[in-house]
């Protein structure tokens, strides 16, 4: 077996423990955090802030986390109970949700795929009343034949590799965006985000050097936020986070210089050092009351790669309406979020 994929099912069944405690990032001094902020496998994050106040954060393998503060987090649970998608057969759970609030309940989107299953896979939906579950997957009442959960796979929507959803709302139109070395993509979806809207085309965002895409709006610009390199090798990940940015949703995306993101042309964002490897797939950005921007995003230790991809965090600084974190890796000790 190839050590990419013993990391990878290594991180998996990581994932996979349900483990009822506190994971914390340990600040050393008031108002500070040390990196990782959950020092377990929490692989491609996607968090949101619920209307109880707290964020929850999901991840590969579909457990829960919550926080007040993004830097103290608590076991909440699975997803999924006993109702679970099946729409991709042989795989037991998802990849890579996002989370959203639409309309009157929470939206979890995610990736159902077997590794290398480039034209079997695709997109699910769920919904819950909460934010800590349990999903129960979205069947579209259109539909004679029940999809559990599913939102379309690789080969009916022409996408090869189909993993990765973003979701976006703007201008009271609402977006998927996904892929992954195929080329990264968007469409427009039905007003409750559950199904593709009737008649949408899909445009192509990006070339084919990306994956786990985050589309961010700030200051009258379009950021592109996507992973580059390999995912799962441990030690040797190289996924490096990159940007890009348009003045238009669905683009065209460009580099510092007006290179185009279609041709994988970008600025780079977030890369390892002698700590971390594997920067990438970042989580949604927040902005705490000061006005200050944070992102998450994932990463092994390359003392101990077999924990697993862990969650970090770093403050986004603006420059001339680019994004960048100091020193473009993983801070080990930082200032922390002020969030209320």
């Not at 990765?164 to 409750?192: Q, R, T, V």
């Not at 950021?223 to 890009?244: E, I, L, P």
Request: proline letters at 5%.
């Amino acid at each position: 077996m190839k050590p990419a994929l013993l990391f990878f099912l290594a991180t998996c069944l990581s994932c996979l423990s349900a483990k009822a405690q506190i994971i914390t990032a340990s600040p050393l001094l008031q108002n500070t955090y040390t990196n990782p902020v959950i020092a377990d496998s929490y692989a491609d994050p996607s968090y949101i802030l619920a209307d109880n106040g707290y964020f929850y954060l999901y991840g590969t393998g579909e457990n829960i986390m919550k926080s007040k503060d993004l830097v103290n987090w608590t076991y909440v649970g699975r997803a999924f109970s006993t109702h679970r998608p099946d729409f991709v057969t042989g795989v037991k759970y998802y990849w890579a949700p996002c989370i959203n609030k639409i309309n009157d309940q929470y939206v979890l989107y995610f990736a159902m795929s077997k590794w290398g299953g480039i034209d079997s896979c695709g997109i699910g939906v769920a919904v819950s009343s909460t934010p800590e579950g349990p999903f129960m997957p979205y069947d579209n009442p259109l539909t004679a034949e029940k999809e559990n959960g599913k939102l379309f796979l690789s080969y009916e929507i022409g996408v090869r590799n189909s993993i990765d959803p973003c979701y976006i709302e703007d201008n009271g139109h609402k977006y998927m965006f996904w892929g992954s070395f195929h080329g990264i993509y968007a469409i427009e979806l039905s007003d409750d985000g559950l199904t593709i809207k009737p008649g949408a085309q899909k445009t192509k965002i990006a070339g084919n050097a990306y994956e786990g895409t985050y589309i961010y709006k700030k200051d009258g610009y379009y950021y592109f936020f996507g992973s580059k390199g390999s995912c799962c090798d441990g030690a040797n990940s190289t996924y490096t986070t990159v940007c890009a940015r348009s003045t238009n949703l669905l683009g065209p995306y460009t580099n510092k210089i007006g290179e185009l993101l279609t041709n994988n042309k970008h600025e780079i964002m977030i890369s390892g050092n002698s700590k971390w490897a594997g920067t990438g797939h970042n989580a949604e950005i927040t902005t705490d009351i000061n006005g200050n921007t944070w992102i998450l995003y994932h990463a092994y230790s390359k003392k101990n790669p077999e924990i697993g991809r862990m969650v970090l965090m770093d403050q986004v600084k603006w420059e001339n309406n680019w994004p960048y974190i100091e020193g473009g890796t993983p801070s080990s000790r930082a200032a922390a979020p002020i969030l209320k």
